[in-house]
Structures are given as structure tokens and as C-alpha cells.
């Protein structure tokens, strides 16, 4: 306990979930990969082009946003449950654990998402040509928030298929990061795990759902434009963000004093 920062990267990595986690990844990818089989036999479907076509087509966010919370986003609750904070906080100071708590949360998700997705797109690799590539239109325009009509596509990104593959893999890991630290902030509120890893899906199909039909929010296409980078790249931005915003507020407001906790 000397080192709280490795004893909670050890809990978060050394853990049994992430077979479930590669369970339900190999799920998701299995029913993607029969799905672009039909597309494949009718025209030629480079690898990276299949990756990202089986991404969309697996509903991989929504596995995705189970998967980033379970190796390790519920661990406060259940410290708190199994009354593991009192012998912890005799060897180090509240403030410390939660900052290697936070780490170990976002890191884990971040894997969690990250390590079965570059695996997918290695298998792909394997099994398609390395050509053609397809690369959607990424830009970022302020306007689009203010306006539904886009008169001018704003600031267009032209990334190398090196970069955008490299975006692509860097979105999985904030994705899952981000969704874990959503998944650690609803444990500031509840000791119940089934809620703390429930809320960050129900949060991704709402929006999955809802922003496209919505009139105002349309632009941020969705949330699965935190996965996948394509459009209004400010989407992707403001969706982070707020998740950022929210999990600072409740851990500054319900996780500022050991006793609040500890109760």
C-alpha cells in the first residue's frame, strides 16, 4: 500500500472482467463481421474500410460503453461496500486515492475499449486487401451549432490514412476513458454497481438515439461520434468535455471530505 498508483493499476489490469470484456467484444465483432459479408462479395472492401464498416455494423458503442465500465469504474462503490476505504485511508490520504482511483478507472476503460478494437482492425488487415481505403470527412465548424443549414464545411481535415487510423485508435481510448471516469462518476452518488455500469449505456443510446432526431442537436451527429471520428469533429469535443465536467462536479462535490465517502 506504500504505492496506492500501483495497487490500484494492479486491482484495475489483473482482473477477471476484461475476459467478459473480450467476450462481449468477440460478440459484437462476430455479428459485425457476417454483416459487411454481403458488401464484401459484391465489391472490393479494403481492411481498414472493413474495420470501421464492422464498427458501425456490431453496434460496437454499445458494447463499448458496458465495456469501458466493467473491469474497474465501480471499484469506489465497492470499496465502500466491503468497508475496504478505513484500512486504505490509515496508509494514505483520501485526496491520493482517488487521484490513483481516477487514473486506474480511465486507464482501464481506455483498454478495455482500445485493445479489442486495434485487435479487430490486425485481424482485418489479415483477411482484406490493404486497399481501397475509405476515409470520411472530418472538419470542425462552429456554425453548425448555431444554424442547422451548413452553407460552408468550415475547417476541412485531410488526414493520411497513417493519421486518420491513428485518430480512429486514439478515439477508442477516450472513448473508453471517458465512459469509465461517466461509469466512476455515478459511483460518488450510489453504492449500487448495477447503476454505476448501467448509466454510462443508457447515456450512449440516448444519445445514439435521440441527437440525430433532435432539431438542435442534430450537428453532434451522435454519440457514436466519440468512437468513430467522422463529421463536425466539435461533436466529439463537447461530448467529452461534458463528461469531463460532470464527473469533476460530483467528485468535487461528493468526494471532497473522507467522511462524506465513509458514511
Not at 182 to 193: A, D, I, P, Q
Request: hydrophobic fraction near 50%; include cysteine; aromatic fraction near 16%.
Amino acid at each position: 500500500m506504500d504505492n496506492i498508483f500501483h495497487t490500484e493499476l494492479k486491482r484495475a489490469f489483473i482482473n477477471s472482467r476484461f475476459i467478459l470484456v473480450f467476450i462481449l467484444a468477440g460478440i459484437s465483432f462476430a455479428y459485425g463481421f457476417f454483416q459487411i459479408n454481403p458488401i464484401q462479395s459484391q465489391s472490393s472492401v479494403g481492411a481498414f474500410t472493413a474495420w470501421q464498416e464492422i464498427l458501425y455494423t456490431s453496434y460496437y458503442g454499445f458494447f463499448a460503453a458496458i465495456m469501458a465500465v466493467l473491469p474497474f469504474a465501480d471499484s469506489l462503490s465497492k470499496d465502500k461496500n466491503e468497508h475496504l476505504l478505513d484500512p486504505i485511508l490509515v496508509r494514505t490520504s483520501y485526496v491520493r486515492y482517488l487521484r490513483a482511483k481516477t487514473l486506474a478507472v480511465a486507464l482501464s476503460g481506455a483498454a478495455a475499449v482500445l485493445l479489442p478494437a486495434g485487435l479487430m482492425l490486425g485481424i482485418c488487415y489479415l483477411l482484406y486487401p490493404a486497399q481501397p481505403v475509405h476515409i470520411p470527412g472530418i472538419y470542425f465548424n462552429f456554425s453548425e451549432i448555431y444554424t442547422r443549414y451548413l452553407i460552408q464545411p468550415g475547417f476541412n481535415l485531410n488526414p493520411s490514412v497513417g493519421e486518420y487510423t491513428a485518430l480512429s485508435l486514439l478515439f477508442c481510448g477516450l472513448f473508453g476513458a471517458a465512459y469509465a471516469l461517466l461509469g466512476m462518476g455515478v459511483s460518488f452518488l450510489t453504492r449500487n454497481s448495477v447503476i454505476v455500469m448501467g448509466i454510462p449505456f443508457i447515456c450512449y443510446s440516448f444519445g445514439y438515439y435521440g441527437i440525430p432526431t433532435s432539431q438542435h442537436l442534430n450537428w453532434m451527429i451522435s454519440t457514436s461520434a466519440t468512437l468513430i471520428p467522422e463529421g463536425n469533429l466539435l461533436s466529439a469535443i463537447l461530448q467529452f468535455t461534458l463528461v469531463a465536467v460532470f464527473f469533476l462536479v460530483v467528485r468535487r462535490r461528493f468526494g471532497k471530505k473522507e467522511h462524506q465517502v465513509l458514511q
